[in-house]
């Protein structure tokens, strides 16, 4: 059956996705031009995991996220204008250009900052959810990583003491298969990550991550479980970039057909294919999002950068 | 002033911030139930509760991690190393994450954050136990880096660092825990000393003499003996390092023309490299002699105290080098 929360639901799903979607193929086209200074990691193809993951928190929660980081930013509600402006180092930035594409941090949004370091912030997230126990708030963490950095040490360290201590953080691990160009299932043994929670007590469950009602079910029930205080979840979401690791990494390691395969999954598809949304109500919501998108680009595109002065601020604050 | 050890002095600055500020909680290896294996945080467990004074698992990159994530939602957390050798275990947390964060977050973000941990050498604790690492985070900006040498000192920077907006790195020499010092002032909760100040501890003419941490105690008790050859020495402890207080040394070394540093980390790429340098433009044409530096060998500290204890500067060899620079020639009155 069909109900209003599903459709208002499906709605939002599918604003955000295309959202994250042509924001990526903009970042894209802007370093395609010369105009994005350094790298970016795109996201395009992941969309449904930073969507309806976010989807499932309140406002008052945290984030914490990877070098991978713009759809969960986009999905946590970030400001597009400063995120571009970011991303092309502009002085309207989030970080007024001096953190680019992989720290883009905005507290506002609970977002305690996409990590340049793979596994780096997880025990950030963590301490995030300490710091909700103790000063009793109801917040919770989502730790957003990658299936590379749970081969990190501080991966087995954070979710050892989030699990020791009920801390109320869910681990949500995008497992799109390659850490660059290694094959995951070449350098772990056991492939279904979602099993280490075993090793933890925690809960732990591996789930289809290109379908967006079933991450954000999956991820609802966990983040119900943390704030009501009986700790952490471990969720593995299946999916796959569609890029290469960052923009022009062609990705010759991926076995011929793979992105066909996977593309033949495209998480937004199969959003309108389920027919809760009639056609005219996404093409609007695509013309929106087009402008929206649009406004950004030109926005980060007019800024100016930081005089030199900047560089020398905010190494320490009052 | 009152007379406490060292380690009650870091003691009573957790528990006077914890009992102010319930923001502040202290988490590490043996914290609670032992109250610390130096006994810095001795009855904070039962008098904060579990959470607030947390025996953390061996994981020290995680629990750095846990304090840089706390420091940003609201807490003062003051995570501590059960020996400064362990910073490294740490480091991506302290130099990639709690130093960058407020920089690369273009100041929305500011991590309130202590690390404490004991430095140096002196107890035969071999290579892994022995370090004075000061040096590799004072090179990384976004840190503040403190060397508390008496008990007072030790009381005061720590409740700065608390309240402090910005990372510090706290070290505290494993040799001073069980010193007593007289220097503390009577409870006052508000009793600080402010960062990027140095304190004379002693008044001469002859030699300046920068010593930092516990170098600062026996480049005293090397003056004091110096003082009854008729060699003034004026020794100056610059309690932090970053920030570092260049005027009290320059306004020093501009009176006596004689400058040693002596600091317990490896003199190669160290800190006294640094502070000779950056305070030379102000004070080359005062200078009457060349700067001179002691430090620990530059080898890693051996096991045996018949190894060990030479290789690290002492009373007796702060003692000769100055003697050697006050009077030309290294001969004694």
């Known amino acids: 059956m069909r109900t209003n929360r599903q459709k208002e639901l499906a709605g939002h799903f599918y604003r955000v996705m295309y959202r994250i979607r042509r924001f990526e193929e903009e970042v894209f086209e802007f370093y395609k031009r010369g105009l994005m200074p350094g790298l970016a990691h795109l996201y395009l193809g992941q969309e449904a995991v930073a969507t309806g993951a976010c989807a499932a928190l309140k406002a008052s929660d945290y984030i914490g996220s990877t070098h991978r980081g713009h759809g969960h930013l986009i999905a946590r509600g970030a400001d597009l204008r400063r995120m571009m402006a970011e991303i092309l180092g502009k002085a309207a930035g989030y970080s007024k250009g001096k953190g680019g594409s992989m720290h883009i941090m905005a507290l506002d949004r609970g977002i305690l900052g996409a990590n340049g370091i793979v596994g780096g912030g997880i025990p950030i997230a963590v301490g995030a959810a300490y710091s909700s126990k103790l000063r009793k708030t109801d917040t919770v963490t989502l730790s957003f990583f990658g299936d590379s950095a749970s081969n990190e040490g501080v991966f087995h360290e954070s979710v050892n003491m989030a699990a020791a201590w009920d801390l109320p953080v869910v681990f949500v691990i995008e497992n799109n298969l390659y850490g660059i160009s290694v094959d995951i299932r070449n350098v772990t043994r056991e492939h279904q990550l979602s099993k280490r929670a075993l090793a933890y007590g925690i809960p732990g469950s591996t789930i289809d991550g290109n379908d967006v009602f079933a991450v954000y079910r999956e991820v609802g029930k966990a983040v119900d479980l943390a704030r009501k205080g009986k700790g952490p979840t471990m969720l593995e979401c299946l999916t796959y970039r569609w890029q290469g690791h960052h923009v022009g990494d062609p990705g010759v390691y991926r076995q011929e057909g793979e992105v066909a395969e996977w593309k033949a999954r495209d998480p937004i598809a199969r959003l309108e294919n389920e027919k809760i949304l009639q056609p005219e109500e996404t093409s609007a919501i695509r013309a929106a999002v087009d402008e929206e998108i649009a406004e950004a680009c030109a926005f980060a595109e007019e800024s100016p950068y930081a005089g030199i002065e900047e560089a020398f601020t905010d190494v320490f604050v009052e | ?333």
């Open chain 2, 1 to 333: 002033m009152r007379e406490l050890m060292y380690r009650e002095a870091v003691q009573e600055a957790l528990d006077e911030e914890m009992a102010r500020d319930e923001n502040v909680f202290v988490i590490g290896e043996d914290v609670g139930v032992i109250g610390g294996n130096f006994k810095c945080t001795t009855g904070l467990l039962e008098k904060y509760g579990d959470l607030r004074c947390k025996d953390s698992p061996i994981s020290e990159a995680g629990i750095v991690g846990l304090g840089v994530g706390a420091a940003i939602t609201g807490c003062r957390p003051v995570v501590e190393l059960m020996f400064a050798d362990f910073l490294m275990v740490a480091m991506d947390q302290i130099c990639n994450q709690a130093a960058k964060i407020t920089y690369m977050s273009g100041g929305q973000v500011k991590v309130p954050l202590v690390i404490r941990m004991p430095l140096g050498g002196g107890r035969s604790s071999a290579a892994q136990h022995s370090q004075s690492l000061h040096a590799w985070v004072a090179h990384c900006p976004g840190l503040k880096v403190v060397l508390p040498a008496t008990a007072g000192e030790a009381k005061g920077l720590l409740k700065t660092a608390i309240r402090d907006n910005n990372p510090v790195i706290f070290f505290e020499h494993k040799m001073l825990y069980t010193v007593k010092f007289g220097d503390v002032p009577d409870k006052d909760e508000d009793f600080r000393i402010p960062f990027g100040k140095a304190r004379q501890v002693t008044e001469g003419s002859d030699v300046t003499v920068v010593a930092t941490s516990i170098m600062a105690v026996k480049a005293e008790k090397a003056a004091a003996t110096l003082a009854k050859e008729g060699i003034s020495v004026e020794t100056i402890d610059p309690r932090t390092i970053v920030p570092l207080d260049t005027e009290a040394i320059i306004r020093s070394v501009k009176k006596t023309g004689r400058l040693l540093i002596v600091d317990e980390g490896h003199a190669s790429f160290g800190i006294s490299g640094e502070i000779a340098l950056r305070i030379l433009p102000e004070i080359f044409y005062d200078l009457e002699a060349p700067i001179e530096r002691l430090g620990t060998a530059d080898t890693p500290l051996p096991f045996s105290p018949a190894l060990e204890f030479p290789l690290i500067p002492d009373e007796k060899s702060i003692a000769a080098k100055i003697r050697e620079m006050a009077r030309p020639g290294g001969k004694t009155a």
